[in-house]
């Protein structure tokens, strides 16, 4: 009997996880229904501008349009945008897990140890990738484990087409998430030339024909944006994060106190396309001049990074210093480089500007395939495997069980503060003097024109011609102090996340 469970394991170890991870999504499902984000709300606005035939509108530079693409049929289905997006996130999930176990087996790694890693472990764990937040983070991810797939793959130089699939699976990377442009390009240039120090040219040849085929495929893409916005450009996002780095934080701050207005006519806020906020200008003359400041905020961003990879295990350490010993006796040396070089990519760029564990989750099944693959390869007592297996396997656990206890009926409040308002029929434009997070989803949710924050101190007239020039019909204050308007002009007064909350009516 206990023979007949094993066997039944092996064989269907891949269904369980399945089963398991589905049963595990729609029992959080139920509490994560109202989690909303304002990456999320601009990608949900971005495919209903798709599905309404607005295409001049929807074509975003900072938005890649992938997961938009993919929403469309699911806010067919389901109308509602959010939970569109969490049902779409269900269906990419389960594709992460097969290319997960893809990829190990592609890695050589095919024991019992990876077949419980993927049913206890892993559907937890992209149960917490795909409700925490609704952002292009988590597909991204599931293409970088895509094309890792291939690439650790023995047989792929000796398919005769696969070169064309290689770089469409690159193109529809990219289209994911602009990262994803420099992340296929940067795999491709260090495999290029370890096979010309290798003088295989059946490969480079094979590389080679994989990124014309990238490029070629990218550039329709790439002129789409770059007519949009008047200048080449494969994505909007890099430019927009890296003029953060001014040295002058209150003047990056002050385009955050002054109107913002909605790219077009079809937006809920400018966080549709933050393409077109003009941040204070940020000069190579300027890092130079002061390289103190901007080497400290790079070493403090990369000390953070490291952090965030410890918190997908704490024995990541011991992970790394094992496999350079696998590393130094060739043991699976190819692959081992293949995920060291990947996961420095993955976060390479991110590393001048503000970095979040969401953007660097492909690190996840990266660390974990490190471990399976030490603990096949190092020859140790059966019974200090399976401690060492369980105890390490706990430490994935930490991080997802804590952040999905934390977040549960993440944005609730907001939703049902919407529905509240609802009744009171407010349209067109808003301003908020603070709190533009939670404007953002309130306006998504009321289907308003949010312009940002209005806050002006104690100028009063440059509020007033502001409120007047925008055409803002209603103005919300969050709290307790005096505001500049008259109470009579209250529409609405509430306590919401300890503060309060008036929103007055602006006259005409």
């Given at each position: 009997?206990?023979?007949?469970?094993?066997?039944?394991?092996?064989?269907?170890?891949?269904?369980?996880?399945?089963?398991?991870?589905?049963?595990?999504f729609?029992?959080?499902?139920?509490?994560?229904?109202?989690?909303i984000?304002?990456?999320?709300?601009?990608?949900?606005?971005?495919?209903?501008?798709?599905?309404?035939?607005?295409?001049?509108?929807?074509?975003?530079?900072?938005?890649?349009?992938?997961?938009?693409?993919?929403?469309?049929?699911?806010?067919?289905?389901?109308?509602?945008?959010?939970?569109?997006?969490?049902?779409?996130?269900?269906?990419?999930?389960l594709?992460?897990?097969?290319?997960?176990?893809?990829?190990?087996?592609?890695?050589?790694?095919?024991?019992?140890?990876?077949?419980?890693?993927?049913?206890?472990?892993?559907?937890?764990?992209?149960?917490?990738?795909?409700?925490?937040?609704?952002?292009?983070?988590?597909?991204?991810?599931?293409f970088?484990?895509?094309?890792?797939?291939?690439?650790?793959?023995?047989?792929?130089?000796?398919?005769?087409?696969?070169?064309?699939?290689?770089?469409?699976?690159?193109?529809?990377?990219?289209?994911?998430?602009?990262?994803?442009?420099?992340?296929?390009?940067?795999?491709?240039?260090?495999?290029?030339?370890?096979?010309?120090?290798?003088?295989?040219?059946?490969?480079i040849?094979?590389?080679?024909?994989?990124?014309?085929?990238?490029?070629?495929?990218?550039?329709?893409?790439i002129?789409i944006?770059?007519?949009?916005?008047?200048?080449?450009?494969?994505?909007?996002?890099?430019?927009?994060?890296?003029?953060?780095?001014?040295?002058?934080?209150?003047?990056?701050?002050?385009?955050?106190?002054?109107?913002?207005?909605?790219?077009?006519?079809?937006?809920?806020?400018f966080?549709?396309?933050?393409?077109?906020?003009?941040?204070?200008?940020v000069?190579v003359?300027?890092?130079?001049?002061?390289?103190?400041?901007?080497?400290?905020?790079?070493?403090?961003r990369?000390?953070?990074?490291?952090?965030?990879?410890?918190?997908?295990?704490?024995?990541?350490?011991?992970?790394?210093?094992?496999?350079?010993?696998?590393?130094?006796k060739?043991?699976?040396?190819?692959?081992?480089?293949?995920?060291?070089?990947?996961?420095?990519?993955?976060?390479?760029?991110?590393?001048?500007?503000?970095?979040?564990?969401?953007?660097?989750?492909?690190n996840?099944?990266?660390?974990?395939s490190?471990?399976?693959?030490?603990?096949?390869?190092?020859?140790?007592?059966?019974?200090?495997?399976?401690?060492?297996?369980?105890?390490?396997?706990?430490?994935?656990?930490?991080?997802?069980?804590?952040?999905?206890?934390?977040?549960?009926?993440?944005?609730?409040?907001?939703?049902?503060?919407?529905?509240?308002?609802?009744?009171?029929n407010?349209?067109?434009?808003?301003?908020?003097?603070?709190?533009?997070?939670?404007?953002?989803?309130?306006?998504?949710?009321?289907?308003?024109?949010?312009?940002?924050?209005?806050?002006?101190?104690?100028?009063?007239d440059?509020?007033?011609?502001?409120?007047?020039?925008?055409?803002?019909?209603?103005?919300?204050?969050?709290?307790?102090?005096?505001?500049?308007?008259?109470?009579?002009h209250?529409?609405?007064?509430?306590?919401?996340?300890?503060?309060?909350?008036?929103?007055?009516?602006?006259?005409?």
């Open positions: 009997m206990k023979q007949k469970v094993k066997d039944f394991i092996s064989k269907y170890y891949l269904l369980l996880t399945f089963i398991l991870y589905t049963i595990l729609f029992y959080f499902l139920l509490f994560f229904r109202y989690q984000n304002p990456d999320g709300i601009s990608l949900i606005n971005i495919a209903k501008k798709y599905l309404s035939g607005n295409f001049k509108l929807a074509v975003n530079g900072y938005w890649s349009p992938l997961i938009s693409f993919l929403l469309i049929p699911f806010l067919v289905v389901f109308k509602e945008g959010v939970i569109s997006f969490k049902i779409l996130s269900y269906f990419i999930g594709f992460s897990i097969y290319l997960f176990d893809r990829f190990l087996k592609n890695v050589g790694i095919v024991s019992n140890y990876k077949k419980i890693f993927l049913i206890f472990f892993v559907p937890i764990v992209t149960t917490h990738f795909t409700l925490i937040k609704i952002t292009s983070d988590f597909i991204i991810t599931t970088f484990l895509f094309l890792l797939s291939f690439l650790v793959d023995e047989n792929l130089f000796n398919k005769k087409y696969s070169f064309i699939l290689l770089g469409f699976i690159g193109f529809l990377t990219y289209l994911a998430k602009t990262y994803g442009f420099f992340f296929f390009l940067g795999l491709l240039i260090i495999l290029f030339f370890i096979n010309l120090i290798k003088r295989d040219f059946r490969k040849k094979y590389l080679f024909l994989s990124g014309i085929v990238f490029i070629a495929l990218s550039s329709i893409w002129f944006i770059s007519a949009k916005y008047g200048y080449p450009t494969v994505g909007t996002t890099g430019k927009f994060n890296y003029t953060t780095l001014t040295i002058d934080t209150l003047k990056l701050k002050e385009v955050y106190t002054h109107p913002l207005p909605p790219p077009d006519s079809l937006s809920t806020s966080w549709d396309d933050p393409s077109y906020v003009k941040h204070p200008e000069s003359k300027m890092v130079f001049e002061n390289l103190n400041y901007y080497l400290k905020i790079v070493s403090e990369t000390l953070r990074t490291f952090k965030l990879l410890l918190s997908f295990s704490l024995f990541l350490p011991l992970f790394f210093i094992l496999s350079v010993f696998l590393f130094i060739k043991k699976k040396r190819k692959n081992l480089f293949l995920i060291f070089f990947a996961s420095i990519i993955s976060f390479i760029g991110y590393l001048p500007v503000e970095i979040e564990r969401r953007y660097i989750f492909i996840f099944y990266l660390i974990a490190l471990f399976l693959i030490v603990l096949e390869n190092f020859k140790i007592r059966n019974f200090l495997k399976i401690l060492s297996f369980i105890l390490i396997s706990l430490s994935f656990l930490i991080m997802p069980l804590k952040e999905l206890k934390s977040d549960l009926n993440s944005g609730k409040d907001v939703y049902n503060l919407s529905s509240e308002l609802k009744n009171l407010i349209s067109g434009n808003v301003a908020s003097n603070l709190n533009r997070k939670n404007t953002t989803y309130i306006s998504y949710y009321l289907n308003l024109k949010y312009y940002g924050t209005f806050y002006y101190s104690n100028d009063k440059k509020l007033l011609e502001d409120l007047k020039r925008y055409k803002i019909s209603y103005y919300f204050y969050y709290g307790n102090k005096p505001s500049f308007f008259d109470s009579t209250i529409i609405y007064r509430t306590s919401f996340q300890n503060e309060s909350l008036k929103i007055y009516r602006i006259d005409e």
